[in-house]
Nanobody, 127 residues
């Protein structure tokens, strides 16, 4: 059974940092397109970052470039999102998601393109 366990969220002051983890079980992350999404209250879910399965190219939402870093651990079968210099507008529920994709697949930030989702974890940025 394919599952994710997310961890690392919490409350942080503006300018602070958090590291989100998404540990996969029941499958390996090879051959999957991997993404992080977030959803603020009253807003639609938006893609934050996307990692291709080969070459590990990563793309980011414009508003988080230079502040967020997506990475992956083969040994832990886990994907990470490092959030630095957090802003109030980064507040929301963060989700990891994957979809099986061919090697040539390009990144997508559309939630409907992803099939498997983590349970979501709250990130609150407030002074």
């Amino acid at each position: 059974q394919l599952e994710f366990v997310e961890s690392g969220g919490g409350l942080v002051q503006p300018g602070g940092s958090l590291t989100l983890s998404c540990k996969a079980s029941g499958f390996t992350l090879d051959y999957y397109l991997m993404g992080w999404f977030r959803q603020a209250p009253g807003k639609e879910r938006e893609g934050v970052s996307c990692m291709r399965n080969i070459g590990h190219g990563v793309e980011y939402l414009d508003g988080v470039k230079g502040r967020f870093t997506m990475s992956r651990s083969y040994a832990e079968n886990t994907i990470y999102l490092q959030l630095n210099d957090l802003k109030v507008e980064d507040t929301g529920i963060y989700y990891c998601a994957v979809v099986w994709a061919p090697v040539q697949a390009l990144c997508t930030f559309q939630p409907s393109d992803y099939k498997y989702w983590g349970q979501g974890i709250q990130v609150t940025v407030s002074s």
